[in-house]
């Protein structure tokens, strides 16, 4: 353990998550000042800016938890809006896979979107030696710490200072502004652009979608548009065309 | 403030643990099982796919819609931060070009 905290890509983790930490700390600031404004007691929105740790599902339940709406509602609701991430689930699973269940719920339960985005560019594939193993795990800790903080420090801040940051000021925006610059830095090959114009048109064109499905509908879409426009690689065949049809 | 209510406590305790069931899901089961291969190439695609998705509606949306005017301080700060990251190379410098634009635009002139 010790070894792992002294480890360089930890530090590695911490800088990358520093960059955009302003982003998600303005962000965090202003779901603290919604969720107070929304009439939840002091102590349902401390419990829910320190355990929920997912912006979007909890800025989802607040007029269900003020409507009163039944509880299974607002699970429901938590679960699908939070969907996308079984996505990044799936494809972080062969790098967490020698850890403990426990370790990897606790790997899972810290992932909010940058982290797998950032992560997942610094290792595009799963270690194989114990060197990288490691280096991996250490750059996750680092990472994900330092979202954790930003989120949940910047969430009790505006918990405090409710009274005094209107939301119409719309600082919340820099969140959004984060996340573009990780997109730009992302989007370094022609098929990776098309991904994010695709995801972008689909998730507008899809938006009266209940429950943010229009997330999930925009990375279905881009990732089986890239598929498609992807050339075979070398060791397929050159005739059937990239779909579902080669699954196996 | 208001009332504490039990119910919605144990309500947020099942938040926390949605939070937990979808972002670990596919680490539950220890199966071996892997994906196959043209899955495990098109999540290449899906971190960018992701980010666009989240991000693009609330660039160009209001209440569900997409924006009629070129008024929105929104669209200057998204410009301005792209401009600054492909002159700089930076997100915090991104963010702090989109927000010094955004802010002026946005309380100043309402837009």
């Given at each position: 353990?010790?070894?792992?905290?002294?480890?360089?890509d930890?530090?590695?983790?911490?800088?990358?998550?520093?960059?955009?930490?302003?982003?998600?700390?303005?962000?965090?600031?202003?779901?603290?000042?919604?969720?107070?404004?929304?009439?939840?007691?002091?102590?349902?929105?401390?419990?829910?800016?320190?355990?929920?740790?997912?912006?979007?599902?909890?800025?989802?339940?607040?007029p269900?938890?003020?409507?009163?709406?039944?509880?299974?509602?607002?699970l429901?609701?938590?679960?699908?809006?939070?969907?996308r991430?079984?996505?990044?689930?799936?494809?972080?699973?062969?790098?967490?896979?020698?850890?403990?269940?426990?370790?990897?719920?606790?790997?899972?339960?810290?992932?909010?979107?940058?982290?797998?985005?950032?992560?997942?560019?610094?290792?595009?594939h799963?270690?194989?030696?114990?060197?990288v193993?490691?280096?991996?795990?250490?750059?996750?800790?680092?990472?994900?710490?330092?979202?954790w903080?930003?989120?949940?420090g910047?969430?009790?801040?505006?918990?405090?200072?409710?009274?005094?940051?209107?939301?119409?000021?719309?600082?919340?925006?820099?969140?959004?502004?984060?996340?573009?610059?990780?997109?730009?830095?992302?989007?370094?090959?022609?098929?990776?652009?098309?991904?994010?114009?695709?995801?972008?048109?689909?998730?507008?064109?899809?938006f009266?979608?209940p429950?943010?499905?229009?997330?999930?509908?925009?990375?279905a879409?881009?990732?089986?548009?890239?598929?498609?426009?992807?050339?075979?690689?070398?060791a397929?065949?050159?005739?059937?065309?990239?779909?579902?049809?080669?699954?196996? | 403030?208001?009332?504490?209510?039990?119910?919605?406590?144990?309500?947020?305790?099942?938040?926390?643990?949605?939070?937990?069931?979808?972002r670990?899901?596919?680490?539950?089961?220890?199966k071996p099982?892997?994906?196959?291969?043209?899955?495990?190439?098109?999540?290449?695609?899906?971190?960018?796919?992701a980010?666009?998705?989240?991000?693009?509606p609330?660039?160009?949306m209001?209440?569900?819609?997409?924006?009629?005017?070129?008024?929105?301080?929104?669209?200057?700060?998204v410009?301005?931060?792209?401009?600054?990251?492909?002159?700089r190379?930076?997100?915090?410098?991104t963010?702090?070009?989109g927000?010094?634009v955004?802010?002026?635009?946005?309380?100043?002139?309402?837009?």
């Amino acid at each position: 353990m010790k070894r792992l905290f002294n480890h360089p890509d930890l530090r590695a983790g911490v800088s990358d998550m520093a960059a955009v930490a302003p982003g998600i700390a303005a962000w965090g600031l202003m779901t603290g000042v919604a969720m107070v404004k929304s009439g939840m007691s002091l102590i349902e929105v401390l419990l829910m800016a320190i355990l929920v740790f997912a912006g979007s599902s909890q800025l989802a339940a607040l007029p269900l938890i003020v409507a009163g709406a039944p509880m299974w509602v607002i699970l429901a609701t938590a679960f699908c809006v939070n969907l996308r991430f079984m996505v990044f689930s799936a494809h972080l699973r062969p790098y967490v896979m020698h850890q403990s269940l426990w370790k990897r719920m606790a790997n899972g339960y810290l992932m909010a979107d940058l982290n797998y985005v950032l992560f997942t560019k610094r290792f595009p594939h799963p270690g194989t030696d114990p060197a990288v193993i490691e280096a991996q795990e250490a750059y996750w800790i680092g990472n994900c710490a330092t979202g954790w903080v930003s989120w949940v420090g910047a969430s009790l801040l505006g918990i405090a200072l409710a009274n005094s940051i209107p939301l119409s000021w719309g600082l919340g925006f820099a969140g959004i502004l984060a996340l573009l610059g990780i997109m730009c830095s992302l989007a370094s090959t022609r098929l990776r652009a098309v991904s994010a114009g695709i995801a972008g048109a689909a998730a507008v064109a899809t938006f009266a979608l209940p429950l943010k499905l229009n997330i999930l509908v925009a990375i279905a879409a881009a990732v089986a548009v890239c598929l498609l426009l992807e050339k075979p690689s070398p060791a397929s065949p050159a005739a059937p065309a990239a779909g579902t049809g080669d699954a196996t | 403030m208001n009332q504490t209510d039990l119910w919605t406590v144990v309500t947020i305790i099942g938040m926390a643990l949605m939070t937990v069931v979808t972002r670990s899901f596919f680490f539950l089961s220890s199966k071996p099982w892997t994906l196959p291969g043209w899955a495990q190439r098109g999540l290449h695609y899906a971190p960018i796919a992701a980010l666009a998705a989240v991000i693009v509606p609330e660039m160009v949306m209001t209440q569900g819609h997409f924006i009629a005017t070129w008024k929105d301080a929104r669209l200057f700060a998204v410009a301005a931060g792209t401009a600054w990251y492909y002159w700089r190379h930076g997100v915090l410098g991104t963010i702090l070009a989109g927000m010094a634009v955004y802010l002026p635009l946005h309380m100043g002139l309402g837009w």
